[in-house]
């Protein structure tokens, strides 16, 4: 059997094309990220909706009750995380103070055991308030989050309003609707199943966090859960981003067995719940290799920012759907599994 020889001009101009799209992605990312925020937002809402829709509810209704529901918690949320930061920024002097003492005495015992500490490197890398400004902005970035609200309100809105006629919209505008039809509903339903999966298991993560930084007496207990619960959509290293600042102020407040404690607390609820229950649950159903996905959000973090990182495995399963449907590019879905 003869082999055709690659067509390279095609291949460059894919190429092109598709780092045409990347740089506008990375340059419209204001503007993307609360679509993108809303869509999977609609998706999590999408299967209560339909519920309701199946008891009887009138569609108007039924989207009325989730998005009341989506408002409260965004409410909630809001306060919450605007009390956390405003009461951070009034201790942060005295954490400061605290965390000064604690690097003397680091720096002072690193000297006796022969390792030269440098005032140098104090200042520009160990600094209390260096440190501190670290957590702080954290905690301002997740309350950043809420500008766009109103906008991603409305998007989800106008989303599950034309859900329910989305499919017969589908079958009018493609030749073989069923297949088309099919493809929607594989992408849909593997997209639910993880937001739905990864939103459960952050739950379980947070409230553990809470709970155990509770049961130690660190300050500010709720506000690390929380930070466990958002950062937990983040694969691989959300669970680590999350751990530093609660063990950072278990160290300021309590001591380094506190510290040392609190890392073991993150360790056991991060490798039980990420290592052992998470995988158990969703299985091979995600269809993407380990290093896909960490490679995925190196990637999208940097197309997308923090909103990116958060759905880097959704958005990277829909481009391996998409990619799996059509002959030519399958084999690159293969690679991605």
């Not at 055709?4 to 045409?20: D, G, R």
């Not at 999977?40 to 999408?46: G, N, V």
């Not at 003492?101 to 260096?130: Q, R």
């Not at 300050?219 to 694969?235: K, V």
Request: aromatic content about 10%; charged content about 10%; some cysteine.
């Amino acid at each position: 059997m003869e082999l055709k020889p690659p067509n390279f001009p095609a291949i460059l101009i894919a190429a092109a094309s598709l780092v045409v799209v990347v740089a506008g992605m990375r340059a419209a990312s204001t503007i993307i990220n609360p679509f993108l925020l809303a869509v999977f937002l609609a998706s999590l809402c999408a299967p209560p909706l339909f519920w309701l829709q199946r008891r009887g509810v009138p569609n108007g209704l039924a989207v009325v009750i989730i998005l009341l529901g989506l408002l409260v918690a965004a409410l909630l949320l809001m306060l919450f995380v605007g009390r956390s930061v405003n009461a951070l920024t009034q201790q942060l002097p005295a954490y400061q103070e605290r965390l000064g003492i604690i690097m003397g005495g680091l720096t002072a015992w690193l000297s006796s055991l022969g390792l030269d500490m440098t005032n140098v490197l104090v200042s520009d890398y160990l600094s209390p308030g260096k440190v501190m400004s670290v957590v702080y902005y954290m905690l301002f970035a997740f309350k950043g989050l809420f500008r766009n609200m109103f906008l991603v309100f409305l998007i989800v809105l106008f989303i599950l309003i034309e859900a329910s006629g989305f499919p017969g919209k589908l079958q009018a505008a493609f030749p073989n609707p069923e297949k088309t039809l099919g493809h929607f509903k594989a992408m849909t339903a593997s997209v639910n199943q993880y937001m739905g999966v990864k939103a459960i298991f952050s739950l379980a993560t947070g409230v553990l966090v809470w709970l155990f930084l509770t049961l130690i007496g660190v300050d500010f207990a709720p506000t690390w859960g929380l930070l466990a619960f958002l950062l937990n959509f983040i694969p691989n290293i959300g669970s680590i981003i999350a751990a530093v600042p609660a063990i950072l102020l278990a160290l300021i407040q309590l001591g380094w067995p506190s510290a040392l404690l609190t890392m073991l607390g993150y360790l056991v609820v991060n490798i039980t719940i990420g290592n052992f229950l998470e995988p158990r649950v969703m299985g091979r159903s995600l269809g993407l290799s380990t290093l896909v996905v960490f490679l995925s959000l190196l990637f999208w973090g940097w197309v997308l920012g923090p909103i990116g990182m958060v759905l880097s495995v959704p958005l990277t399963m829909i481009v391996k759907i998409a990619l799996a449907a059509n002959e030519g590019t399958r084999w690159v879905a293969v690679l991605l599994e």
